[in-house]
DNA sequence: TGAACGATTTCCT
DNA sequence: GGAAATCGTTCAA
């Protein structure tokens, strides 16, 4: 199912868990490519200091602030791209990262992004790595999940166990068991405490 | 105007 | 287990 527009109208502690399972199909001149999500990571934006958005609006994190059901895309460490779902009111700048997920349709060209001595495994676990086999760059950034070229599918049911804990890589508000991931499932990132 | 650092990945030892 | 790659954003002066 498309998630009506009043799902994404709620806090990011409470989307992130429902997006596990969802299905996340990019259509691109390339080809198409499907993901279904396995890990997640919730922010809530001022009040979060791991946030992007924790010390106000600014020109890369302006999606946030915008209209909930878009993607916030990032450019990270000089070379990744890693995208967000936007969620909350208008104006509240929560987003859920995605984190890791199962390609289950366009594994070619998924593999072709990723190249070709990828294991399927690794084809989307880690945020970076799922925004370049869907090829989900920069010029998506604030595209809407309602009609654009990211399309997003909700599961029949949610997922059946999900398992929380600290995010990732985060130098501030690490301790925050804001992550999510469907428990057992092979397709989740390699845990890696916060540098520093 | 300059310096530090990051919601990461990959390759090396 | 450790470090490099690489550049836009942010913060200090």
């Known amino acids: 199912m498309t998630p009506a527009p009043a799902f994404f109208t ?39 200091p791991g946030s992007h958005a924790f010390r106000g609006r600014s020109t890369r994190n302006a999606v946030m602030f915008g209209p909930p059901g878009h993607v916030y895309v990032y450019f990270s460490y000089g070379m990744h791209w890693c995208m967000n779902v936007v969620c909350g009111a208008e104006g509240t700048a929560a987003a859920v990262l995605l984190r890791a997920g199962e390609v289950i349709d366009g594994v070619d060209l998924a593999q072709q992004r990723r ?28 595209a ?22 600290p995010r990732v890589g985060l130098s ?25």
């Open 10 to 48: 709620r806090p990011a502690l409470e989307v992130a868990p429902d997006l596990l399972g969802a299905v996340l199909t990019s259509t691109l001149p390339a080809g198409r490519v499907a993901v279904r999500v396995s890990e997640v990571e919730a922010y809530d934006g001022a009040n979060d």
């Open 144 to 165: 809407d999940l309602a009609t654009g070229r990211l399309r997003l599918r909700l599961p029949a049911t949610s997922a059946d166990h999900v398992s929380t804990g």
């Open 115 to 142: 190249g070709q001595c990828v294991a399927e495994r690794d084809l989307a676990r880690g945020p970076a790595r799922l925004a370049q086999a869907l090829g989900v760059t920069g010029v998506l950034n604030g």
């Open 172 to 196: 501030r508000g690490a301790e925050l068991p804001w992550r999510f991931w469907v428990s057992g499932s092979g397709f989740v990132s390699a845990y890696r405490a916060a540098a520093r």
